[in-house]
């Protein structure tokens, strides 16, 4: 009997060790047949996983496979893994034909040899003809070259950012007689002294209320009007349409003036205590009734957004100019990782996902009667009955996606926005950088423990806990203790081998 | 001899299933603990996909400047060693003392209490966070709006004052990994002779005395190892402890900064595989060598309670 239990044991867990084994290794191939169509794979991340995504995959495969001769198979990962995920993917060598380069980071992604040359071959020339145009022309699709070579194709969605941006909750401007325009559709130009004063009147009409909530440290990239050269201010252009001097920011006037203000701000008791230690969401603390103002960055369709955000009519002010920085078209792109099965099927896929709109829109909104309905001002909406949280396909992720001008607009949005975004890219300052892409390898280091020295000190300071004086200069002390001169001058050593490179006088 | 390999063979053979019952387990061992180690030669290279980890460029100790190349790393490494001796000590003491007690109680009480410690030790560092900020917050907070009024004393800004985080961080360990800790020590402690302490009753001896001299002697081998095997983490920071409880606060680096949230804040930027791998090797052979000079040092002192 025992012996027999025994032996019963062990077949039952040596044939689950086989199952196991055999699911582990059972990948299959990923090889295209003889004659079927290719088989490829996009990748990109959404917020939260949607329900529908073979529905849209069946749908685009509809219009893939007779015209091109592929099917996609879409690997959507959720924000909070994607970095990792893809990573991991193409560590192990799985096959990825064309994936969004967001949270990864682009430049990461090429500096560890994952992404492939689209002009190795004239690949995009020949498969990928209509993208250039489709981006608003070589001039913006140069920006994403990494030492002048093209590894990414920027999205078409906001380049620029639109500096010194407030979001006011319109209800609190209505209670202090401020006179806010009908319809209030658009940014609302300032200046910063009337910004201090409509803050201040606002304090007094509302004291229980927090005034006001700076984001830090992203808030001081997104509300002066420099050039950080990269994700963070180490070494920046402090005047970036004229000037290529690569500069401390932490030493300049401006970030004097803009510390001085947050301290006087926080001494009038615009800001809560908890602003530094509380990490709720601003738009979540102004629906909450807690809040009634914070830092955003200025774009077409902005008051929209931030009104849906915070579930009420919101005001958006802006102090400064509309500045596309150095990066602009380098912060997602979409990209071709070396383990795509086929560089030239990729690319015809790439192609197709910025030229086609009814791949755009199946890719962006849906299917039409199932995701969305088209309305009669030529706008699309809900069908009746779903919503954000209950669609199946609704990633508010159009900015994300290669190409949202060439799909429908949704309700809420005014008709033209896509219009108003191109002239708003067009229209605004460049940094005379744009196109110029650090490569921190050689100040890694010094990145390390820069990076740490200003985490430690600049929320504080930005938000006015600290006394300008006093903590401007300890952290100008600390900054410079871990290198930061020594990265500003790899900087601007590379500044100045681009501005060669490329020939500008 | 013939007799003697057939008894070998034998005591094999019965053994069978025994190691078939194994098997899953190496099987996880090797697959997660042994198969990435060629892996740590990618601390040495700078990594390039394209080239494979034993492909890339050869760098030396290139990766590892970074962790010393600062003025924070004295104060990291301070940090990361002083924090876990105090949770080592801390934990330890309270696990044993919560231990000795819960082994008085008996029936459905014990149960409650039991599962009552216990529980903090389940809940995400995420939320233990807020718990955390939930009493010390500067607007709302229960101790600045309740507990310090109450006494006379005037709000303090818990999360801009390093000073007091030390203790709210060891803290907050202890109460959330006592039940935990006191475990292992219940069950051993459960296992003793009851006679011991019969005949110690019989004898006149008290509670504390019958703890100090039956229960602590009899405990000696099990806090030994235990301690072995937190000294072999000492240079391990507990991440969601260090980055989310203090709220990831600047002001506090100078008592919350340790060797993982310093590569994570440095790092995150750069998404530097070769430095991550070379701060985790670095952790691993200095946690190797501590526990390796410990347990000597144990053999010096008790033989019988060294692990190797």
Sequence with gaps: MKKKIMVLFTVVWVSVFAIFSLSACGNDDGGTADDGPDELVMAFMTWVLPSDTQMIQDAMNEILIPRYNMSVELLIMDAASYQQNIRLMLTAGEQVDIMNTIMAGYTHLQGQGFLLDLEANNLIQNFGAGIPDAVGGWEILNGARIAGTLYGVPTNCDHAVGRGAIAVGTQFLDAIGFDVPSPNNDIIHISVAELDSILMQINEAFPEMETFRPTMPGGITQFMSIDPLGAEPFGVLLDPVNDLTVSNLFTSQAFYDFISMMYRWNNHGFISLDAAADDTPVTALVSAGRLMSYMTGGKPGIVAQESGLCAQPMTIFQTGPDMMNANAAARFPWAIPFTTANPERAMTLLNAFYTCPELSNLLIWGIEGVHYEMQTDGRVDFPAGLDAGTSGWHNGMAWNMPNQFISHVWMGDDLDLYDQLIEFNANAQISRAFGFIFDPAPVQNEIAAVTNAYEELIVSLGMGMVNPTTGIAQLNERLTAAGLYRIIDEKQSQLDAWVIAVGMN | ?308
């Design chain 2, 1 to 308: 001899m013939t007799r003697v390999k057939v008894k070998k063979k034998t005591n094999w053979r019965r053994f069978i299933p025994v190691y078939l019952m194994m098997l899953p387990g190496l099987a996880y061992f090797f697959i997660n603990n042994y198969m990435p180690l060629p892996g740590i030669m990618v601390a040495f290279r700078r990594f390039n996909a394209q080239l494979g980890i034993h492909g890339s460029p050869w760098v030396g100790f290139a990766n590892f400047e970074f962790l010393f190349a600062t003025q924070d790393a004295w104060i990291i490494t301070r940090n990361t060693i002083l924090y876990n001796t105090a949770f080592i000590i801390v934990n330890t003491v309270l696990a044993i003392l919560v231990a000795a007690l819960l082994s008085e109680l008996s029936g459905k009480l014990k149960n409650v209490y039991q599962s009552a410690i216990l529980l903090p030790n389940l809940i995400s560092t995420v939320i233990i966070g807020y718990l955390v900020f939930a009493f010390l917050s500067a607007e709302s907070g229960f101790i600045n709006n309740t507990v310090l009024p109450f006494l006379g004393i005037s709000p303090i800004s818990w999360y801009t004052e390093p000073s007091y985080w030390p203790f709210i961080l060891i803290l907050v360990n202890a109460w959330r990994g006592v039940g935990y800790g006191c475990i292992i020590y219940l069950a051993t402690l459960t296992g003793f002779d009851r006679s011991y302490y019969e005949s110690a009753m019989l004898d006149g001896a008290g509670r504390g005395k019958q703890f100090l001299h039956i229960t602590l002697p009899l405990l000696k081998p099990t806090i030994i190892m235990l301690t072995l095997l937190s000294i072999g983490r000492i240079f391990y920071a507990d991440f969601g402890l260090f980055f989310q409880v203090p709220m990831n606060q600047g002001a506090l680096f100078s008592t919350t900064n340790v060797i993982d949230t310093y590569v994570f804040r440095g790092l995150v930027q750069l998404g530097n595989i070769s430095m991550s791998a070379a701060a985790g090797l670095y952790q691993s052979v200095v946690g190797f060598i501590l526990v390796l000079f410990a347990n000597v040092v144990v053999r010096k002192i008790d033989p019988d309670s060294a692990l190797i």
